[in-house]
């Protein structure tokens, strides 16, 4: 029995040299807790799992902003004066709606020109002057530029004339020259403004406002001139009564002429012609109180109230006769009225 003991320790010690030597072993499938012993379970392994992208939205408030109101233009009519009149009066030299050339300080001719010199036929040939064929003056360039300049002007409301000097283009009586300021909506201004309005095809009143402001700015940014001479009418009541026809600075026609009698005279001054007919019945009632029905009156050009220059059948002609008009023999009424327009101005004196 002894014996037996012996073999069973000599093989367990070989097995266990075994062991040593080779390293091996089998290993267990798990591991059995015996109920009562203390152990640490193996954490669970995790899987890190990425969460689904979240769509990113962005909502952005906007308050609705009052649109920027650009600066309010008042209407300038005949009589107003300050910056706006000036600006007027600048932009209608600019376009060739005045007898007078606007020259922009920096020019090339504007430092040889007093700012009050007279007109003179000097000053025409130096600065030139427009007509139906021609329209460039001295320092073209430098024109085309300020139109460019006024129109963007138009376009943001900021009217702000520019340094510069206004001179006579042409040669014209003291009558017309004399009624001229710049920093003024003169008759002069207005004329030319009621002339603007009829080449555009707009209401003819005289006044500036958005209607012909928006056509200014349009006819400033393509430099769209008026092709037309400088007309203008010099009537005098000194007998023989007398209507003279100026253009561009000269008489191109003279002729006799009727002014209204002492019971309803033709009054003096200056106005722009504002309603034109070829034809028309006149109908009233003389100082008298005898009515008149004179149908058929030709070529008729109204410059004051229920003053016209017209056609009008007489025996003889070059002093007081009618009723407040200037009638003129008729075929030289004919003449007349082709080279009259609407903004034409009159004048009226003794």
């Given amino acids: ?206 006044i500036a406002g958005p209607e012909v402001r928006a056509a200014m700015e349009k006819a400033l940014q393509v430099d769209e001139l008026d092709p037309r001479p400088y007309v203008y009418v010099d009537v005098t009541k000194s007998k023989p009564e007398l209507l003279h026809l100026w253009e561009n600075g000269k008489i191109i026609y003279t002729t006799l002429c009727n002014t209204g009698i002492a019971q309803s005279p033709t009054p003096n001054g200056t106005w722009p012609i504002y309603l034109r007919y070829r034809s028309q019945t006149m109908k009233g009632v003389n100082p008298w109180g005898t009515p008149y029905d004179d149908p058929g009156v030709p070529y008729v050009n109204y410059f004051y109230e229920g003053c016209a220059v017209h056609g009008f059948p007489r025996a003889s002609y070059g002093f007081p006769q009618s009723l407040g008009c200037v009638e003129l023999p008729i075929s030289h009424a004919a003449y007349v009225w082709t080279i009259l327009h609407y903004g034409t101005l009159v004048t009226v004196q003794a």
Wanted: glycine content about 6%; some cysteine; aromatic content about 8%.
């Fill in 1 to 206: 029995m002894q014996w037996i003991r012996f073999q069973r320790s000599v093989l367990a010690a070989a097995s266990s040299l075994f062991l040593l030597l080779t390293g091996c072993a089998t290993a267990p499938t798990h591991h059995a807790v015996t109920a009562g012993t203390s152990s640490t379970p193996l954490p669970a392994p995790t899987k890190t799992v990425d969460p689904l992208p979240v769509p990113t939205v962005t909502v952005s408030i906007q308050k609705s902003l009052p649109p920027v109101k650009k600066p309010a233009i008042p209407l300038i009519s005949q009589g107003d004066h300050g910056k706006y009149a000036l600006w007027l009066n600048e932009a209608l030299a600019e376009l060739g709606y005045l007898p007078l050339s606007f020259l922009s300080a920096g020019s090339p001719s504007s430092n040889t020109v007093p700012a009050n010199a007279p007109p003179t036929n000097t000053m025409s040939a130096v600065y030139g002057s427009r007509s139906a064929n021609s329209s460039k003056i001295s320092g073209g360039s430098t024109r085309i530029s300020l139109d460019n300049l006024f129109a963007r002007q138009l376009q943001s409301h900021e009217l702000n004339p520019q340094s510069g000097t206004f001179v006579w283009k042409y040669d014209f009586p003291k009558s017309l020259t004399e009624l001229w300021n710049p920093e003024v909506d003169t008759v002069i201004t207005k004329g030319a403004v009621m002339s603007f309005e009829r080449m555009h095809g707009l209401a003819v009143d005289g």
